[in-house]
Every structure is written in C-alpha cells, then in structure tokens.
C-alpha cells in the first residue's frame, strides 16, 4: 500500500520557466511533509518542509503547497535552473518515520 | 554543517557473503535511519535506532540487521548477501528537537 505517491516519474521543463511537482499522499496521520533532491551518486539533500496544519511555505525560488483536503502537495521552483535537474521526493512523517514517494527526475534545459 | 559519513561509497560483494555497512554522524543525534533506494519504489526504511542499543524494524527489514553500541554509529549487515539486496543504501539521522532527517552519501552495494 504506497501511502506517498509521486505519479510522474519524470518531468522536462525549459530553463527559466516554472517546474511543478506533485504528490498524493493517504495517511491522514502525516503531521509533516518534506521534499527532498536526490542527485546521482549522492545522498538525498532536504530542500523545503511543511506542518500539516498550513497550506504554503516559501524558500527562496520554492514554494510547497498542501492541500489537506485533497490530500494533496506541490512543490513549485521558479525560476528553473538546469542545476535543478536531480531526482526530487517528497516524504510524509508519522512520528519520526518518513514515508518515501518513488520520486519524479527533473530536467531542465537551457 | 550536518556531517553523516558512510563507510564505502561503492562495494561488491558475492552471493552467500557476509556484509556490512557502517554509518557515523557527528551531530550527536539520537535517531538513525538505514533505507534502501531502488528505481520506482524511492526510499524504504529498512531499520531505525532511537537510541543505544534500540532498534526498530521498518518497512522491509528480512535479510537485514543493525547494531548500534554506540550513539554516533549505526551498522547495517547483511548476513548473507543475495542479488536481491544489490541497491543503494542510505544512511539518516535526525534530533529529537529537528522535524528533519539529514542523509549520507550512500553505499552502492552490487551482490554477484
């Protein structure tokens, strides 16, 4: 039973122009969701969390949306760099337990 | 900086073999993760400690145990290796007090 799914394995998006990652998650019992970057032959690097209890938190060019009722998150970088380009999870935390997503690459051409 | 090392960055080892992988932080944190990482299954929890000699099992942890005598260092073994267990094994850990874990480079393990 995959409690995080990511449906899109892979993403293209020009340089410049905004990337949008999704997520689906459901456990109601996830307090807080975190995404992650992944590049080749490297650990995973954290990149922006958010509480259950809001709907958006901001870092610089990204931006995660929840939307609880849909059970639903988003992750947003605008602008796209092609340093950006990297595998990208999002997790789910019940009690100190993270539940991966499969993940979704992200390329951006320049 | 959060600094969590892993013992060898690529292994190959063969069927039958006897492994193991060792991970140290030198954040003095209490909690420590071991994943695996496979194409289109992301990260698994194989097993976690949240403290000394603690250890609990997570999503996936047949063929595998830990060990952790001491708070900066967590092993991973593998009592005897199967092709199946060729993957990319990860390293966590994360404070009580932080909502976020902090990963390793990872150990690619190939098993003939």
């Known amino acids: 039973d995959q409690q995080v799914k990511q449906n899109s394995p892979s993403l293209s998006v020009q340089e410049g122009r905004i990337s949008i990652l999704n997520c689906d998650y459901t456990?109601?019992?996830?307090?807080?969701f975190l995404w992650y970057k992944k590049y080749p032959a490297e650990g995973p690097t954290f990149l922006i969390s958010?509480?259950?209890?809001?709907d958006k938190n901001e870092d610089g060019r990204f931006t995660v949306f929840l939307n609880k009722s849909a059970k639903h998150l988003s992750l947003h970088i605008v602008p796209s760099q092609p340093g950006d380009s990297a595998v990208y999870f999002c997790?789910?935390?019940?009690?100190?337990?993270?539940?991966f997503g499969a993940g979704t690459i992200l390329r951006v051409k320049s | 900086d959060v600094k969590v090392t892993q013992s060898s960055r690529y292994l190959v080892k063969r069927t039958g073999e006897k492994v193991f992988l060792e991970c140290v932080q030198d954040?003095?944190?209490?909690?420590m993760f071991w994943y695996r990482q496979d194409p289109g299954l992301g990260l698994r929890l194989i097993y976690f400690?949240?403290?000394?000699?603690?250890?609990e099992k997570g999503d996936i942890p047949e063929g595998y145990s830990v060990s952790r005598e001491k708070k900066e260092r967590f092993s991973l073994i593998l009592e005897s290796a199967s092709t199946n267990q060729t993957s990319m094994y990860l390293c966590?850990?994360?404070?009580?007090?932080?909502?976020?874990?902090?990963f390793g480079p990872g150990t690619r393990l190939t098993v003939l």
């Open positions: 958010i509480s259950s209890i809001k």
């Open positions: 954040m003095d944190h209490e909690n």
């Open positions: 456990n109601s019992m996830f307090d807080y």
């Open positions: 997790a789910g935390r019940n009690g100190n337990k993270l539940v």
């Open positions: 966590a850990i994360q404070g009580y007090s932080t909502d976020t874990q902090y």
């Open positions: 400690s949240y403290d000394v000699k603690m250890k």
